[in-house]
């Protein structure tokens, strides 16, 4: 473990016992999962980050920063200089095992632009005994604008996984939240797997100003045969959820090769997206695409953060290869 600084830590990055250490307190257990809880596991990969994001000298950087094995963040690295940051976060295992819990707590302050992800897609691992766990808690200032988008959450066969998210916005505060769920390790050489998870429980909560303005969770049960697959996702393969505030530029969507899009106005004013693909390629891109496409619009930029930049290389898991990726105009061009 770690820290960028020996201060004293700021109130916002102890957790409800006073302390900075990342312990297995910090992730409740679902009703659904008593039997399964995370405090009987032996496991020790109970870690993650605790940061804040600051936006000081026309530039994005970390502030205070507490990172926990087996969780690492990258320093933020620029688009172009006073522009976006990309905020990686680095996991040094194989993924989520039987008993793991991670968290990711960011406090994301005034003119801040992120966005904030993960190198690689989430491989969630067999949990014969117990389960594995994250959670994530956002608190986003005013004029900040945050993208965070985890990598797609593979579940292997037998996995048992619950995500919470947390968002808290202050009024004039943008976040985009996504969450993609793929079908499992399809091209596993021994046995191919297909939604043979045993539990997916995700819960997403979104406060602005003290007041909670979008809510919902879902806990799914497995495995899937092909009957109860199509009556979650039709014939479908893989699924994307987006959360935005505020409503909705039509034009961001775009095609989707292979699948569907349904979007929904909440009663406050935000917008929720669902996306349904057949292959999840074309989908884990159309998800990238709109919801970074959607945070540059919350600063009034046309292109979308980091796609088709001469800055960034075309090898991250929500970038499109090289000789398929699209040419996104400049700001100059679209005027």
């Given at each position: ?13 102890v ?5 900075l ?5 910090d ?23 605790r ?28 688009e ?8 990686l976060l ?7 095992l ?5 968290l ?17 897609a ?9 389960h ?13 604008v ?13 996995s048992?996984f ?6 808290h ?5 943008a976040?985009v ?46 495995p899937?045969n ?42 406050a ?51 499109a ?15």
């Open positions: 473990m770690g820290t960028t600084e020996a201060t004293i830590p700021r109130r916002e990055f957790n409800g016992n006073g302390r250490a990342i312990d297995r307190s992730f409740p257990v679902p009703p659904e999962l008593l039997g399964r809880d995370l405090n009987l596991a032996p496991s020790e990969h109970v870690g993650g980050i940061a804040e994001l600051i936006y000081r000298d026309d530039a994005v950087r970390l502030g205070q920063c507490y990172y926990q094995n087996p969780l690492r963040i990258m320093v933020p690295m620029e172009c200089p006073g522009g976006p940051v990309l905020l680095m996991n040094s295992t194989a993924g989520l039987d008993g793991d819990a991670q990711v707590s960011l406090d994301v302050g005034p003119g801040a632009r992120a966005f904030v992800t993960n190198q690689s989430g491989r969630v691992h067999p949990c014969p005994l117990w594995a766990s994250a959670r994530y808690h956002l608190k986003i200032a005013s004029g900040a945050v993208c965070m988008l985890p990598g797609p959450t593979i579940p292997f066969a037998g048992r619950v995500q919470m998210t947390e968002i916005l202050e009024e004039g505060a976040v939240w996504g969450d993609l769920i793929l079908p499992g390790r399809t091209y596993y050489h021994r046995a191919p797997e297909r939604f043979a998870f045993d539990r997916l429980i995700q819960g997403l909560s979104v406060w602005r100003e003290g007041r909670l303005i979008h809510h919902e969770r879902f806990a799914w049960h497995g899937w092909d009957q109860e697959r199509a009556w979650h996702l039709d014939d479908y393969e893989a699924a994307a959820t987006l959360f935005l505030t505020g409503p909705l530029d039509p034009d961001i969507i775009g095609d989707i090769p292979g699948g569907v899009v349904a979007t929904m106005r909440t009663a004013g935000d917008t929720c997206i669902r996306i349904l693909g057949r292959d999840p390629e074309p989908l884990i891109l159309a998800t990238a695409r709109i919801a970074l496409t959607a945070a540059a619009r919350f600063h009034g930029e046309t292109r979308p953060w980091f796609l088709g930049s001469n800055r960034l290389a075309p090898t991250h898991w929500f970038t290869p090289s000789d398929t990726e699209a040419h996104f105009p400049s700001d100059d061009e679209a005027s």
